[in-house]
């Protein structure tokens, strides 16, 4: 899953706020058995990201997960 989220804040605004929508999400995706990464890029080429494994989850299958992933960019 791939999600864009576009907004009017000013470049200032965003690297001030993408660390705090990151920790947002992580709070509600790190409750969830499943792998996944965050990653916001902000208007002027700032970059943030969370990653996050479940316990029992193989390397192998988090490995698979993100090489999907970075096909479909």
């Known amino acids: 899953m791939d999600i864009r989220f576009v907004s009017s ?32 890029e902000t208007a002027t080429g ?3 990201s969370h990653n996050h494994v479940p316990a029992g989850t193989s390397s192998t299958e988090t490995a698979d997960a993100s090489d999907a992933a970075a096909s479909r960019r």
Request: charged residues 25%; negative net charge; hydrophobic residues 45%.
């Open 46 to 48: 700032r970059s943030f």
């Open 9 to 40: 804040l000013t470049p200032d605004d965003e690297n001030r706020l993408a660390p705090q929508v990151l920790n947002a999400l992580g709070g509600v995706l790190d409750d969830l058995p499943i792998a996944y990464t965050l990653r916001i």
